[in-house]
């Protein structure tokens, strides 16, 4: 009986243990992100050619979306983002990287199922 009793206390504490863990946070904000896409709001919107100051915004987003919940995390808030442009270009969003020269695999769209 000692033994069942001991055995369920070490249960409870691992589970206890279990709850208390937190689990892992993106690093990245979307009030991050959104400051560093807003140089790129006159190429998204019919602009010739990407700003450096936009490029280095788009540099910084896949320097801090390392993992993949920051990846998702980037994505959505891109998602909100774009939806915050009423006259977005989407080829121009989708070349946006390609412009930079950044590899940059986090679309920027408002259809952008970020869960992939």
């Given at each position: 009986m000692?033994?069942?009793?001991?055995?369920?206390?070490?249960v409870?504490?691992?589970?206890?243990?279990?709850?208390?863990?937190?689990?892992?946070?993106?690093?990245?904000?979307?009030?991050?992100?959104?400051?560093?896409?807003?140089?790129?709001?006159?190429?998204?919107t019919?602009?010739?050619t990407?700003?450096a100051?936009?490029?280095?915004?788009?540099?910084?987003?896949?320097?801090?979306?390392?993992?993949i919940?920051?990846?998702r995390?980037a994505?959505?808030?891109l998602k909100?983002?774009?939806?915050?442009?009423?006259?977005?270009?989407?080829d121009?969003?989708?070349?946006l990287?390609?412009k930079?020269?950044?590899?940059?695999n986090?679309?920027?769209?408002?259809n952008?199922?970020?869960?992939?």
């Open positions: 000692k033994g069942v009793v001991i055995s369920m206390v070490v409870l504490a691992m589970i206890m243990m279990v709850m208390m863990i937190k689990p892992s946070e993106a690093a990245v904000s979307c009030p991050e992100v959104d400051s560093s896409v807003a140089p790129c709001v006159a190429y998204l019919g602009g010739a990407p700003s100051a936009c490029c280095a915004g788009v540099t910084k987003i896949t320097n801090i979306a390392k993992t919940d920051d990846k995390a994505c959505e808030c909100i983002a774009a939806t915050r442009i009423p006259n977005i270009n989407q121009a969003a989708s070349a990287p390609q930079c020269g950044v590899p940059f986090i679309p920027i769209s408002k952008t199922n970020c869960a992939k």
